[in-house]
T-cell receptor, first 111, second 115 residues
Framework: KQEVTQIPAALSVPEGENLVLNCSFT??????LQWFRQDPGKGLTSLLL?????REQTSGRLNASLDKSSGRSTLYIAASQPGDSATYLC??????????FGGGTRLMVKP | DTGVSQDPRHKITKRGQNVTFRCDPI?????LYWYRQTLGQGPEFLTY????????KSRLLSDRFSAERPKGSFSTLEIQRTEQGDSAMYLC?????????????FGSGTRLTVV
């Protein structure tokens, strides 16, 4: 059974810092890995999707990497802003059709 | 069609009552998923449909839960005889078939509170 873990569970940084969020998974036979953002009381917004054959994806200030062999993915946020404050979730998709989510990292960026 | 729509956004119900939620997926997507998220946790898979066929159900989906997707369009999730443990955010998502690498699109969710 796939298990996904995110570390740290919470993170508080001053505005402007670069930061890394970590995601680890136990079964490396993933189809893809997706990073989501969730604002309080809201649904999930897709940020980046990395296919199993890819090593990284970039969108603006966000860069996600994938290392299947070590069972890890990272989300790098450059020059953080207060508007980046949210919960960030990673989810691994196996050959089936369900996503297995981590518990999320709650990010607070202070002005 | 701008995204996945869920209705209602919030639902407060008394224990023992039945509730029904609706999800309208992105019209081009043929797969529809239901997830449940409790406070401080990541979402957990409940069930998914390809067109009108329900292809997989989690063991989390007890006999009190039923989901339908008539005609392969919108879907409903019904919870019978609600319990306080059913209080959660219920999220719907849709996607293309697995061979199209666009990932999931989630709706804003329905927050259920059972009192």
């Amino acid at each position: 059974k796939q298990e996904v873990t995110q570390i740290p569970a919470a993170l508080s940084v001053p505005e402007g810092e670069n930061l890394v969020l970590n995601c680890s998974f136990t079964d490396s036979a993933i189809y893809n890995l997706q990073w989501f953002r969730q604002d309080p009381g809201k649904g999930l917004t897709s940020l980046l999707l990395i296919q199993s054959s890819q090593r990284e994806q970039t969108s603006g200030r966000l860069n996600a990497s994938l290392d299947k062999s070590s069972g890890r993915s990272t989300l790098y946020i450059a020059a953080s802003q207060p508007g980046d404050s949210a919960t960030y979730l990673c989810a691994a998709r196996m050959a089936g059709n369900m996503l297995t989510f981590g518990g999320g990292t709650r990010l607070m960026v202070k002005p | 069609d701008t995204g996945v729509s869920q209705d209602p956004r919030h639902k407060i119900t008394k224990r023992g009552q039945n509730v029904t939620f609706r999800c309208d997926p992105i019209s081009e997507h043929n797969r529809l998923y239901w997830y449940r998220q409790t406070l401080g946790q990541g979402p957990e898979f409940l069930t998914y449909f390809q067109n009108e066929a329900q292809l997989e159900k989690s063991r989390l989906l007890s006999d009190r839960f039923s989901a339908e997707r008539p005609k392969g369009s919108f879907s409903t999730l019904e919870i019978q005889r609600t319990e306080q443990g059913d209080s959660a955010m219920y999220l719907c998502a849709s996607s293309f078939k697995i061979d199209k690498p666009y990932g999931y699109t989630f709706g804003s969710g329905t927050r259920l509170t059972v009192v």
